[in-house]
């Protein structure tokens, strides 16, 4: 991950996509959405991955 990367809170992940944020922690553990851990309580998600899931698609997601 670069270091200029932008990272999103798992809300606005969620908003993004449509999802609730639930659905979003269940794509990062099946690992449809990468994620980077700031902290134990603070998870951010690169838009990267998000643009990279929305390139692939929900179709894999659903399976």
């Keep these: 991950m670069a270091p200029s990367t932008e990272l999103l ?24 959405l990468s994620s980077v851990r700031l902290s134990a309580r603070t998870l951010r998600i690169p838009v990267e991955s998000v643009e990279a899931f929305l390139e692939k698609g929900y179709k ?3 399976r």
């Excluded at 996509?17 to 553990?29: E, H, R, W």
């Design 9 to 32: 809170t798992v809300r606005e992940v969620a908003l993004r996509l449509n999802l609730s944020t639930q659905t979003v922690y269940v794509y990062i553990k099946r690992g449809l």
């Design 60 to 62: 894999e997601a659903e």
